[in-house]
């Protein structure tokens, strides 16, 4: 045993220890944080347009503060890229995390000298715990790789300017610098592919105990490891025995990341984004991730059916239940007030606080009033796939709107790995599953104003093709799992197979 893995075994009881209290006192600290907050935001001229000094508590909260997206914040954004301080928080951002998807195209998201604990720390804290409750700290000592973004930061508004990837890449300590791959010239390359054949270069010799990264993308990194050297990653890497994941449902790509490696390892599931670092896996035995209640941000929650009503339902903590849809609304110490984040999340437990992610709120199929989400239509093609043993590499699914006489349906785009014998037995085994899932779909199917979904089997790495084609290739971006239109499916119909 080296000298990091001696070292991290008291840090991570400490670390350890610290969560187990907090799971005790979350509501407590959401509402010191709530406080905290306001007297910081007070003084801002958000803050005073909103009348913040005036609000005490959270019902006072939600009626001074609208529920805003980025849209309807960006006017503020665009004061602090001119040079206003106290804007949306005391001083200025320490970085902008640039990230993509909105009507304008490029988001800047304040991280500020407040916040940016958040996410370095909490991805520490993920680690810590599963090393404390395994007594598994081997993996200190050997190579660690995070997938990200370029490193390299631009000046917006004369702020550092980056994906958030890379700028978590700066905020790795010194002693587990030694540790980190790939190199830092890698990491600045922009192009996917050229940048995955460089980092299966350096690392392909070396003693790789954890990999960390998006699954589609670790999944592209085995089948390049693979294919050069036509071994189990399991073989390559021998003490590789930990892989922390997020950014999607794990659930599709796990089968096949564990056939890569030819066997299984410990999984470590987290849920980053540009806004903040909300909850980890804190348990190898508990279901959901543990919501992070004690770090700068005060949680809010919506009935995922009323997020576009004009007044919707607005919850804190103490008020959410088990197996209901929300969309998280956050509110931080990077400036961001009652900010509509876009996720939907479902708890799974309320002692502690744990939740699952179900989906996004603009990915959903709802061309005829079904209103499918993500969940589950992930849910429904995992439990058929299992039933055939088969794997999916990827898919997604669009409306397909007949005129005329034929009925429309849905319309999955998969990516198998190997198709099943009777692709039709599959969909309608698929079909069933979809129906048991979400009882507006089954009564539209029912009532013969949707006919059966359809399968569009897509040729291999046509989904890899797609988003090079886009220009979204790596990194942080993920394939949509569900569109109310068909612009991504009419630009897969160019990778089908015949």
């Not at 997020?246 to 659930?251: K, R, Y």
């Not at 089954?442 to 797609?466: A, E, R, S």
Request: hydrophobic content about 35%.
């Amino acid at each position: 045993m080296k000298i990091k893995s001696v070292l991290a075994k008291p840090f991570a009881g400490y670390i350890y220890k610290s969560i187990q209290k907090n799971k005790l006192t979350a509501l407590a600290d959401q509402d010191q944080i709530l406080k905290q907050l306001l007297k910081t935001g007070k003084d801002t001229e958000y803050g005073k347009e909103l009348g913040l000094a005036k609000v005490n508590g959270y019902d006072e909260y939600k009626q001074a503060v609208p529920i805003r997206d980025y849209e309807q914040i960006r006017p503020w954004i665009d004061k602090i890229i001119e040079g206003k301080h106290n804007v949306l928080w005391k001083g200025m951002p320490m970085y902008f995390a640039k990230t993509s998807g909105t009507t304008s195209g490029v988001k800047y998201i304040p991280i500020t000298k407040e916040s940016v604990g958040n996410h370095f720390g909490t991805a520490r804290n993920a680690a810590l715990c599963y090393a404390s409750e395994t007594g598994n700290t081997r993996f200190f000592d050997g190579k660690l790789i995070f997938l990200s973004g370029s490193p390299e930061l631009e000046r917006v508004g004369n702020i550092p300017t980056g994906r958030l990837s890379g700028i978590s890449n700066h905020l790795i300590p010194k002693y587990l610098r030694t540790n980190q791959l790939p190199s830092y010239e890698t990491n600045c390359i922009e192009d996917w592919e050229t940048k995955l054949g460089k980092i299966v270069d350096e690392t392909i010799n070396q003693n790789m105990t954890l990999i960390s990264g998006i699954p589609p993308w670790m999944q592209m990194y085995f089948d390049e490891l693979i294919r050069r050297t036509g071994k189990k990653v399991g073989d390559i890497f021998p003490n590789f025995d930990v892989m922390i994941q997020g950014g999607v449902n794990f659930e599709p790509y796990k089968a096949k990341l564990f056939e890569s490696i030819g066997r299984k390892v410990d999984t470590i599931e987290v849920f980053p984004a540009s806004e903040g670092f909300f909850a980890f896996q804190d348990s190898q035995e508990a279901e959901g991730l543990l919501l992070n209640t004690n770090d700068g941000i005060f949680y809010e929650f919506v009935p995922a059916a009323e997020i576009h009503n004009e007044n919707p339902t607005r919850l804190s903590l103490r008020d959410v239940k088990v197996g209901e849809n929300y969309a998280l609304i956050i509110n931080s110490n990077a400036g961001l007030w009652s900010y509509n984040l876009g996720d939907t999340v479902k708890f799974v437990s309320t002692n502690p606080y744990r939740l699952v992610v179900t989906g996004r709120i603009k990915h959903y199929i709802s061309a005829f009033g079904e209103h499918v989400i993500g969940e589950e239509v992930e849910q429904s093609l995992m439990k058929a796939a299992t039933e055939e043993n088969i794997h999916i590499t990827e898919f997604t699914v669009a409306p397909m709107i007949q005129q005329g006489e034929g009925k429309s349906y849905h319309e999955w785009f998969i990516e198998f790995e190997h198709q099943p014998q009777n692709l039709e037995q599959f969909a309608a085994r698929l079909n069933n599953n979809l129906r048991d899932k979400n009882i507006y779909y089954d009564d539209l199917i029912v009532g013969n104003i949707l006919q059966p979904l359809k399968i569009t089997p897509v040729k291999k790495n046509g989904f890899i093709d797609y988003m090079k084609s886009i220009g979204k290739l790596g990194g942080q971006n993920k394939v949509p799992r569900l569109s109310n239109d068909r612009k991504i499916a009419d630009e897969l119909m160019k990778w089908v197979e015949n």
